[in-house]
């Protein structure tokens, strides 16, 4: 099972990014799939999450109207678009695959957004 997370960067306050995990090694489209951050010092918290098939999605209050995930189970890649970014989205990003209470990971990339 591999999930490489990519995008990430230095960006402007007011900027944009656009993450992508790329997976291997798991059922991709029956998995729900998540974006988390963890900013130092502070602890891991979700920031969207995108369900199996039906693909109804769930936002953290601080990204709604900001960020969207989406998928494309054709390519086993789930992305976070990240809009109007703020100096406290600055965070290491991971990706995360769950079902059933199997969870799998990506390594994380590194968000700063900063003038």
């Known amino acids: 099972v591999q999930l490489v997370e990519s995008g990430g960067g230095l960006v402007q306050p007011g900027g944009s990014l656009r993450l992508s995990c790329a997976t291997s090694?798991?059922?991709?489209?029956?998995?729900?799939l998540s974006w988390y951050r963890q900013a130092p010092g502070k602890e891991r918290e979700l920031v969207a999450q995108?369900?199996?098939?039906?693909?109804?999605?769930n936002y953290a209050d601080s990204m709604k109207g900001r960020f969207t995930i989406s998928r494309d189970n054709a390519k086993n890649t789930v992305y976070l678009q990240m809009n109007m970014l703020k100096p406290e989205d600055t965070a290491v990003y991971y990706c995360?695959?769950?079902?059933?209470?199997?969870?799998?990971w990506g390594q994380g990339t590194q968000v700063t957004v900063s003038s």
């Open positions: 090694g798991f059922a991709f489209s029956s998995y729900g």
């Open positions: 995108i369900f199996s098939y039906g693909g109804r999605t």
């Open positions: 995360n695959a769950y079902k059933f209470g199997v969870q799998y």
